[in-house]
């Protein structure tokens, strides 16, 4: 998901009030008895990565040549994605091969110490909705989604201090002081979103799931359909409400599933806003429009995601761009979903070490599918031969 920015001369400004007239703020401090996970890259072979004979890997090489392309001209693509582009065939064998010379898989393991290794992890999924929508409120179109408001800031931290880079905030100024911007529930009628609205839907639960997913797409009266993309968030952390109705009792944890929710919430509407402020993080949008219905959205990296090919990751682990094998099971499911895919998205609950969000594709299909995936799975990094490891950015 694309991340904006401010201005240079805004952010300069900003941080001049952070800063004062004399010295900056502390240094952010990690939280006391936290013991912070560790990633391991383990090399391994290629026998040893769980599916690797049985995929048919040349169904990946249009969503690795994407990664290419956004990737190409650093080190240490170069020359691995010179060597793509210069094939004229992706038959399942050469694309094989292809990986298997240029590439190197690293098992991706969570150290916490003293023998605590864990080389398992949660897989999610993400899929684009479609939902009917209108240029203007009616009484059947009542719920906005926004763009972002002109009165939030975003903060380059990496400003002040360049080991922050990349790390950003949002806030708003409140006199000469720079406090959080507003949650979900301070932004409800409030002043900052109006005039801000794209669309208008009928759905309070699925506009909701569609800041979840991070993009969708809405189809007006007259047949026109258009893409809402990311563009921002309002800077509080992403809390699932899966997670909320469990801790309420309201459900255990292998119930909350999308669909679950939804059908909680429609037996008791009269909580409806409880549960969806208990995730305090708002997504805005930008409008853009569709040239090809079969591309997904743009990821973070720039490129469209291809349907069970590409995922979201944490960066801070995994380099956008990179290929990764997936080992897991199909929704709700013991049989194996074992495929090449590429890291060429991030979201704000994809958060880890062996950690990642599969792109299901578009529709309704998609999102039952999507909507029901919460499995155990492992991840490889496949990284370019003889290249350095990648430093994980803590």
């Keep these: 998901m694309n991340r904006s ?66 990737r190409g001209a650093q080190p240490p693509w170069q020359a691995v994605c010179a060597a793509a582009e210069a094939r004229t065939a992706a038959d399942a064998t050469g694309v094989r091969t292809f990986f298997e010379q240029q590439f190197t898989p690293f098992r991706l393991v969570q150290s916490q110490g003293a023998g605590m290794d864990n080389d398992s992890g949660l897989i999610t999924a993400f899929y684009e909705p479609l939902l009917r929508g209108s240029r203007k409120r009616t009484p059947k179109y009542g719920v906005p989604l926004y763009e972002p408001p002109a009165d939030m800031l975003t903060i380059e931290l990496g400003e002040l201090y360049p080991e922050l880079k990349g790390k950003r905030v949002r806030g708003r100024l409140q006199g000469r002081k720079v406090v959080p911007y507003f949650d979900r529930a301070g932004l409800e009628g409030n002043p900052s979103l109006q005039g801000r609205e794209i669309v208008w839907v009928e759905d309070a639960v699925a506009a909701f799931f569609l800041e979840v997913q991070g993009s969708g797409r809405i189809q007006f009266a007259d047949g026109q359909t258009i893409r809402l993309a990311y563009a921002d968030q309002n800077g509080h952390p992403y809390r699932s409400i899966g997670r909320y109705l469990v801790d309420k009792g309201e459900m255990t944890l292998d119930q909350a599933s999308a669909q679950s929710i939804r059908q909680w919430i429609n037996q008791h509407p009269q909580r409806l806003r409880e549960v969806l402020n208990a995730n305090p993080s708002v997504v805005f949008f930008r409008e853009e429009r ?93 990284w370019p031969k003889g290249a350095p490891v990648p430093q994980p950015a803590y």
Excluded at 17 to 27: T, W, Y
Excluded at 47 to 59: C, F, I, K, M
């Design 5 to 70: 920015s401010l201005p240079q001369g805004m952010v300069l400004a900003v941080l001049a009030v952070l800063a004062g007239c004399s010295s900056p703020p502390p240094r952010p401090q990690p939280a006391p008895d936290t013991v912070k996970a560790m990633v391991r890259y383990e090399q391994a072979s290629w026998h040893q990565v769980t599916g690797w004979s049985a995929d048919r890997l040349h169904e990946a090489w249009p969503a690795f040549l994407q990664s290419c392309r956004a």
């Design 290 to 382: 569709i040239d090809d219905p079969k591309l997904g959205p743009l990821g973070a990296l720039g490129v469209p995601l291809t349907p069970g090919r590409s995922i979201a990751v944490d960066q801070q682990f995994v380099p956008l761009g990179a290929p990764v094998f997936l080992a897991t099971t199909q929704p709700n499911s013991t049989q194996p979903l074992q495929r090449l895919v590429m890291a060429q998205d991030t979201g704000g609950a994809i958060r880890g070490i062996v950690r990642a969000d599969l792109f299901w594709g578009f529709g309704d299909a998609a999102g039952e599918s999507a909507g029901r995936m919460r499995q155990q799975g492992k991840l490889w990094l496949l």
